[in-house]
């Protein structure tokens, strides 16, 4: 499963996990990454319409937001009421601030009064558990400790086949109990991690934002998890290309998305150990890194769906997890296997230049 929190202990540095997709330059609709984070900038095409962009640093990865308007004032106006959005549920999903719902809950292995926000995240990734076979598992937390605790954090030594036994001793989704408000972890020890699912949500969460205020045309980047509505300045759909895992700079694809979402998940930006073996993607069944991918992009109706749907198909073999997704409706798929194979779902479509 995936990986390290949002929200770093310090939180006042990017860590590991702000490198898993550094995302970025939303110039002319195309997606693409690398950039710094910028003011916002508003630039008129016509009589009619600003295009006003933004990028900043949230949930530990850059943010990137363009927003298309008559007016200038309402869309940065919406703009910051979306970003204010994101901190606002970043702070909710981290696991490492003791005051919030998800750390109490790890802490302590039951919660009453579970936010609305947490409730919604939990109860979708349950969902994709049971959806994926549980190759999709938030319960993966007592694996991610144990790597970081012997490898990220200076250790000299991997953790041996004991220790990873009895860490998946505490894996396993359906040992949680889950009513709407209440939540119980039916073993001491257990923990979850949503970062493989939270990321997508709080995107579509300031989008929802941002077409509450009129804003039907615009595409929110958050490191690689994106949602797109409406259409660019130009009335076509907005141009997604899919990262390079091997930082060649060239894309492998590049599609067109209107009214839907993607997410990338990839081996390519974190490690624990050097010799690149353990990375922040495990398999909750063997608690070892899948080795057949190299990066998975799904294509969903929402930026959650497609976080947790990337997740679960990296973890697969690439041709049963193609397979998978061609058997879900309104999903795409598009993997590079490790030895630089393509797989395609049977609906994913490049984009024609």
Known sequence: MERKNFLSETEQNINRRSFLKLSGLLSAGLVSFGILPTAAEAVRFNKKMYKVTETRVAMNTFVSMTLLHPSRDKSEEAMGLAFEEIDRLTQIMSRFDNRTAVAQLNNEGFLKDVPPEVSEVISRALYHYRLSNATFDITIKPVMDLYENTIARGGDRWPDDAEITDALKLVGADKIEFHTNKIRLK???????????????????????????????????????????????????????????????????????????????????????????????????????????????????????????????????????????????????????????????????????
């Open 187 to 353: 073993k001491s020890g257990m923990g979850i991690t949503l970062d493989g699912i939270a990321k997508g949500y709080i995107v579509d969460k300031a989008s929802k934002i941002l077409v509450g205020h009129r804003i039907n045309n615009h595409l929110i980047n958050a490191g690689g998890d994106i949602r797109a509505i409406g259409k660019r300045s130009d009335k076509k759909p907005w141009v997604v290309a899919i990262q390079d895992p091997r930082k060649k700079r060239h894309y492998p694809d590049t599609i067109y998305l209107t009214d839907g979402a993607i997410a990338t998940s990839g081996n390519y930006e974190i490690y624990f150990d050097r010799e690149k073996i353990f990375h922040h993607i495990v398999d909750p069944k063997t608690g070892f890194s899948p080795e057949l991918n190299n990066s998975v992009s799904v294509t969903a109706k929402t930026a959650m769906d497609a976080d947790a749907l990337s997740t679960a198909v990296f973890v697969m073999n690439p041709v049963l997890g193609t397979r998978f997704i061609n058997s879900l409706p309104m999903c795409e798929s598009f993997v590079i296997e490790k030895g630089n194979k393509r797989f395609k779902s049977a609906g994913w479509k490049s984009m024609t230049v």
